[in-house]
C-alpha cells in the first residue's frame, strides 16, 4: 500500500529531516493540516462529525438533569420529550455509527501501517474535545460522584452514608437506586470529587465539567502508556493505540460518560510501563494509587511482583550467578512490594480522614442487573426457564448464582496467579485474564468496567482475527445502553441491531463495504463493474 507524501519532497518537515534538522513549528502545522486534510487522517472526520451529531442529541436524550432550565432558557426544552426525545436519540447513535465508521476504517489502515502511535493519538484527542461540552452520556455516575464529593465536603463520612442525608441540588441528580448507596471507590477519588464540589459549589453542570477537566490528565496519560506498553511486550503501538484508546467505547464511556475509570486505567498502564521498564517500585506505588481510585486495578499486582522476581533471574543468568532460591527470590521482592502498597493506600486513606469502609461498599453494585454479569444473566435465565413450575424467583436464584460466582472468581483467580508467571508475557497474559473473570463473574457489570481489560490486552492484541473480536465486542457492548444510561439488553429488536452492527464491524476490519452498498447506490444489481487497472491510491481513499 502506498501512502501519498505528507509534505512536499522540496520543502517544509520533509525536507527539514531530509537534511537532518527537526521540523520547525510552521512545518508541523503543515504536515498535520495535510494529514488531516489530505492524508489519512481524513478518515477520522465522519467520527469527528459523529462525536458533534452526538453532543447535540445528548441534551435531548443524554444522562440529563432532572430539572433543566439550561434548556428552557434556550427553547430547547422540547428535546427532552415525544418526538425531540426521538429525535435527540437518533443523533447519538447516528453518531455513534459515524464514529464506528471511521474507527473500523482506521483499524484496516493501522493493520496496514497506515498510522504511527502519535497521529492516532491527535486524532483521539480530536475525537474527545467536543465530549468536553456534552451532558454525561450511557451513565448518570457523574452525579454520584459529585454527591459522594459533597458528603466529604459538608461532614459526612460517605463510605457510612448514601447521598440522601445531604439534600440539596446533587442528590436531586443521582439515580434513585444509589442515593442510599455508600460510595465503592478509593479515598483519593474522594478526594478529589470532594475538591471539584468545594470550587463548583452545588452547580451540577460547572461541577460535570470540572470532573471531566481534572480527569483528562488521564487521556494524557493514557496516551503517554498505551505505545510504550506494546514496545515492551513486543507488540504494535499503533494498534494497542487503536484498541485502548482511539476506540470508541473508551472515549465515549470515559470522557462522555465521566467515568472514573479513566483515572484509573491511566495509572494502572503507567504503573505497568515502569514495572516493564524495571522501574519496579515506582511501578507498584502507581498501581497502588490507582487502587486508591478504584479497587479492581489491584488485579495487576501480583503479576507486577512476577515480573520483578523473572527480571532479577534474568539479571543473575546475564552476570553468570546462580539466581537464589525462588521463595528467597519472593521474599526480596514481594517484602518491599507490600511496603509501598502499604505507604501508598495509607497515605491517601489518612488524607481522606474516612476510612477504608469503601471495601465493604463494593457490595453495592448488587443493584445493577443486567445481563453482562454471568452469575446474573445465569440467575434470570433460570429463572425464567423454572420459575412455573419451581416457584423461585428472582431474588433467591441471584443470591445463589452470585454466591458462586464469587467462589468462582476466587478460585480462578488465585489459579491464574499461581500459572501465570514464569515469563513477563505469561505474566501480562495473568492480568489480563484475572481482569476478565474480575468483570465476567462480579455480582454486576456495566459497559464501562471492560475498558480495564481492554487497556491490558492493547500491548498483546497483534493478529487480525483479535483485532475483529475487539472490534465486534466494542461495538456491541457500545450500543446495547442507551444514551440516558437505561439498558437496552431487555428488548429483542435492539440486541439483534447491535449484534448485527457488530458483526458487520468485524467483517468491515478486513474487507471494505461488507454490506456491498457502494455497489447498490450504483445501480449495478450488486455485480462489480469491470474497471482499468488504475495506480494505488492515499490511505484514507477507500483502499485499506
Known amino acids: 500500500m502506498n501512502l501519498r507524501p505528507l509534505a512536499s519532497p522540496a520543502s517544509g518537515p520533509a525536507a527539514d529531516a531530509e537534511h537532518g534538522a527537526a521540523p520547525t513549528p510552521a512545518g508541523r502545522v503543515r504536515q498535520a493540516a495535510t494529514f488531516v486534510l489530505h492524508g489519512p487522517g481524513r478518515m477520522a472526520w465522519p467520527g469527528f462529525f459523529g462525536v458533534v451529531l452526538m453532543v447535540f442529541g445528548g441534551f435531548g436524550s443524554g444522562a440529563l438533569r432532572r430539572q433543566d432550565p439550561l434548556l428552557d432558557t434556550v427553547f430547547l426544552s422540547w428535546l427532552r420529550y415525544g418526538h425531540g426525545k426521538i429525535l435527540s436519540g437518533t443523533l447519538v447513535y447516528v453518531g455513534l455509527v459515524l464514529m464506528f465508521y471511521s474507527w473500523v476504517r482506521i483499524g ?58 445531604n439534600p440539596g441540588p446533587l442528590l436531586d441528580n443521582v439515580s434513585t437506586v444509589w442515593t442510599t448507596t455508600t460510595a465503592p471507590y478509593g479515598p483519593a477519588f474522594i478526594l478529589i470529587a470532594r475538591g471539584v464540589t468545594m470550587v463548583t459549589g452545588d452547580n451540577v453542570v460547572t461541577g460535570t465539567m470540572a470532573l471531566r477537566l481534572v480527569m483528562l490528565p488521564g487521556l494524557a496519560l493514557l496516551l503517554w502508556a498505551i505505545p510504550r506498553m506494546a514496545r515492551n511486550l513486543g507488540g504494535s503501538p499503533a494498534i494497542a493505540m487503536w484498541v485502548a484508546v482511539l476506540n470508541p467505547l473508551v472515549l465515549v464511556h470515559l470522557i462522555g460518560g465521566v467515568h472514573n475509570e479513566l ?97 465493604t461498599a463494593l457490595s453495592g453494585a448488587n443493584k445493577i442487573i443486567n445481563w453482562l454479569s454471568l452469575p446474573t444473566a445465569t440467575a434470570q435465565l433460570y429463572t425464567v426457564a423454572t420459575s412455573w413450575f419451581t416457584g423461585i424467583g428472582l431474588a433467591p436464584a441471584l443470591e445463589i448464582a452470585r454466591l458462586i460466582g464469587e467462589a468462582a472468581l476466587v478460585v480462578i483467580v488465585v489459579l491464574i496467579v499461581a500459572r501465570f508467571r514464569h515469563s513477563v508475557h505469561e505474566a501480562m497474559h495473568g492480568v489480563l485474564y484475572s481482569m476478565i473473570a474480575v468483570v465476567v463473574l462480579s455480582p454486576a457489570t456495566l459497559p464501562w468496567y471492560y475498558t480495564w481489560p481492554l487497556a491490558v490486552a492493547s500491548g498483546l492484541v497483534v493478529s487480525g482475527r483479535a483485532m475483529s473480536a475487539v472490534a465486534a465486542f466494542s461495538v456491541f457492548t457500545m450500543l446495547i445502553f442507551r444514551p440516558d444510561g437505561s439498558i437496552g439488553m431487555y428488548q429483542w429488536y435492539h440486541v439483534l441491531l447491535a449484534a448485527g452492527c457488530a458483526a458487520v464491524a468485524a467483517i468491515a476490519l478486513h474487507r471494505e463495504d461488507p454490506l456491498r452498498l457502494r455497489r447498490l447506490l450504483r445501480g449495478d444489481g450488486g455485480q462489480a463493474r469491470p474497471r482499468a487497472a488504475a495506480a494505488p491510491r492515499a490511505v484514507g481513499d477507500g483502499d485499506c
Open 263 to 359: 483515572l484509573m486505567v491511566a495509572l494502572l498502564t503507567a504503573g505497568i510501563v515502569a514495572v516493564l521498564e524495571r522501574k519496579h517500585l515506582l511501578g507498584i506505588a502507581v498501581i497502588s494509587l490507582a487502587v486508591t481510585v478504584k479497587a479492581t486495578a489491584g488485579a495487576a499486582l501480583p503479576f507486577m511482583v512476577w515480573i520483578w522476581i523473572r527480571h532479577r533471574r534474568d539479571d543473575d543468568r546475564t552476570h553468570g550467578t546462580v539466581p537464589p532460591h525462588w521463595f528467597r527470590e519472593f521474599v526480596r521482592t514481594a517484602v518491599p512490594s507490600v511496603l509501598v502498597f502499604t505507604a501508598v493506600f495509607a497515605t491517601a486513606t489518612v488524607a481522606a480522614g474516612i476510612g477504608v469502609g469503601w471495601m
Open 108 to 165: 484496516r489502515a493501522v493493520r496496514a501501517g497506515g498510522f504511527t502511535p502519535s497521529q492516532l493519538g491527535g486524532l483521539a484527542v480530536a475525537w474527545a474535545v467536543p465530549m468536553l461540552f456534552s451532558v454525561p452520556l450511557f451513565s448518570r455516575d457523574a452525579y454520584s460522584y459529585l454527591a459522594q464529593g459533597a458528603l466529604l465536603r459538608d461532614g459526612f463520612d460517605p463510605y457510612a452514608v448514601g447521598p440522601a442525608v
